[in-house]
T-cell receptor
Framework: DAGVIQSPRHEVTEMGQEVTLRCKPI?????LFWYRQTMMRGLELLIY????????DSGMPEDRFSAKMPNASFSTLKIQPSEPRDSAVYFC??????????????FGDGTRLSIL | DQQVKQNSPSLSVQEGRISILNCDYT??????FLWYKKYPAEGPTFLIS?????DKNEDGRFTVFLNKSAKHLSLHIVPSQPGDSAVYFC?????????????FGQGTRLTINP
């Protein structure tokens, strides 16, 4: 079975440019999560979706960050304009939640973003 | 406000011995706890979990213990193998509006020495 697929794996761009990170969750999963990992703050939740609807975006650092989930099989995280402090590894995760049983989230391999 | 803490950034254990990784939390609303393992350049991989209504869960060489009164959980790996060398993250879960929100610890780097 295919896991969570993220693209690109690596992105290097100059500050001020728009960056778009992509995620394909595991088929059948109904919750999707975007995380950011940095040395200083560790792994922190940015936003999550349930049935394609954003539930909590309180972790999004600034208005420069936005996320969408147009359908159950695709999500994007966009940074516009990008800044050097946005450099981090961004992970996408998904899970199936039935309302009764707790299940783990499954992570993609991440996008390593470097803003010069 | 760090709700989940892993106070040991690193741990070194001899192959064949027991590895014990610890995690403390502050929020009594957490209802489900997980351990993830992470290799370099890969995403975290789910390892084992425990519900807040239990105090122990075992899966092969991996056992997770939960002490709710102390707000403490631990992961035991026995016997430790070289392939267990990785960063281990403890995570705690709370359900908000039908979706699971995970709060992660900072991670512990485990090194198994042959």
């Amino acid at each position: 079975d295919a896991g969570v697929i993220q693209s690109p794996r690596h992105e290097v761009t100059e500050m001020g440019q728009e960056v778009t990170l992509r995620c394909k969750p595991i088929s059948g999963h109904n919750s999707l999560f975007w995380y950011r990992q940095t040395m200083m703050r560790g792994l922190e939740l940015l936003i999550y979706f349930n049935n394609n609807v954003p539930i909590d975006d309180s972790g999004m650092p600034e208005d420069r960050f936005s996320a969408k989930m147009p359908n159950a099989s695709f999500s994007t995280l966009k940074i516009q304009p990008s800044e050097p402090r946005d450099s981090a590894v961004y992970f996408c995760a998904s899970r199936f939640y039935s309302g009764t049983e707790a299940r783990p989230q499954h992570f993609g391999d991440g996008t390593r973003l470097s803003i010069l | 406000d760090q709700q989940v803490k892993q106070n040991s950034p690193s741990l070194s254990v001899q192959e064949g011995r027991i590895s014990i990784l610890n995690c403390d939390y502050t929020n009594s609303m957490f209802d489900y706890f997980l351990w993830y393992k992470k290799y370099p350049a890969e995403g975290p991989t789910f390892l084992i979990s425990i519900s807040s209504i239990k105090d122990k869960n075992e899966d092969g060489r991996f056992t997770v213990f939960l002490n709710k009164s102390a707000k403490h959980l631990s992961l035991h790996i026995v016997p430790s193998q070289p392939g267990d060398s990785a960063v281990y993250f403890c995570a705690a879960s709370v359900i908000i509006q039908g979706a699971q929100k995970l709060v992660f610890g900072q991670g512990t780097r485990l090194t198994i020495n042959p």
